[in-house]
């Protein structure tokens, strides 16, 4: 399962997949406005947005995506590793759910 990560901090971009990684996600880490934001989120099944950390504009589009395409959105305003665990593991209580 791939998570795209908007927003967050750069110096924290390791530890992000790191910990991405040992919960068996793999994570796309979109931390400054980039070009074809969109595209680039295609194929993701889950998208967590740092909304202390993050362009207006880069949240507009992924909320876009995700309604697009029917994708989960977990939001946080704390960009730190924690908070990336809290809404990956509520990706997974979503599964177990659903």
Same mark, same amino acid.
């Given at each position: 399962?791939?998570?795209?990560?908007?927003?967050?901090?750069?110096?924290?971009?390791?530890?992000?997949?790191?910990? %991405?990684?040992?919960? *068996?996600?793999? *994570?796309?880490?979109?931390?400054?406005? #980039?070009? /074809?934001?969109? /595209?680039?989120?295609? *194929? &993701?099944?889950?998208? @967590?947005?740092?909304?202390?950390?993050?362009?207006?504009?880069?949240?507009?589009?992924?909320?876009? &995506?995700?309604?697009?395409?029917? #994708?989960?959105?977990?939001?946080?305003?704390?960009?730190? @590793?924690?908070?990336?665990?809290? %809404?990956?593991? *509520?990706?997974?209580? /979503?599964? @177990?759910?659903?």
């Amino acid at each position: 399962m791939s998570v795209a990560i908007v927003g967050g901090l750069d110096r924290l971009r390791r530890s992000y997949e790191k910990k %991405c990684k040992d919960m *068996g996600y793999h *994570g796309k880490v979109f931390s400054k406005r #980039i070009p /074809n934001l969109a /595209n680039r989120m295609t *194929g &993701v099944d889950g998208i @967590v947005i740092f909304t202390g950390t993050v362009a207006h504009p880069m949240v507009a589009e992924a909320t876009r &995506v995700a309604k697009l395409w029917g #994708i989960p959105i977990e939001r946080t305003h704390s960009s730190s @590793v924690s908070a990336l665990k809290r %809404c990956l593991d *509520g990706f997974s209580e /979503n599964e @177990v759910t659903a």
